[in-house]
């Protein structure tokens, strides 16, 4: 069974800075790439993508994020990891930490963190 722990949210004044962590615990077997990253949900809205990073290295970002987030992965330490600056009111939400682990024999597993609270006052 995988877990993934996050931590690193609070709150922020708008303009300020947060670094969110994720870490994935538990064995997995048989995977061929896996790919890690950020979600958000704001009150009364669709959870969206923030930003992802699989283990080739390719990385997405929402365009909203663009230059003021950057995602990192430790694959030796299962850890991801979101360094948000120039935080607005507009980027308050749950953030959740998500895990794709895609196999060799077909298929993938979803997991999710609990989420963390991000709120930046203005």
């Known amino acids: 069974q995988v877990q993934l722990v996050e931590s690193g949210g609070g709150l922020v004044q708008a303009g300020g800075s947060l670094n969110l962590s994720c870490t994935a615990s538990?064995?997995?077997?048989?995977?061929?790439?896996?790919?890690m990253g950020w979600y958000r949900q704001a009150p009364g809205s669709q959870r969206e993508l923030v930003a992802v990073?699989?283990?080739?290295?390719?990385?997405n970002y929402v365009d909203s994020v663009k230059g003021r987030f950057t995602i990192s992965r430790d694959t030796a330490k299962n850890a991801v990891y979101l360094q948000m600056n120039s935080l607005t009111p507009e980027d308050t939400a749950v953030y959740y930490c998500n895990l794709v682990t895609y196999y060799y024999l077909g298929g993938r597993t979803n997991y999710w963190g609990q989420g963390t609270q991000v709120t930046v006052s203005s």
């Open positions: 538990g064995s997995i077997g048989g995977i061929s790439s896996s790919s």
């Open positions: 990073m699989t283990s080739g290295g390719t990385i």
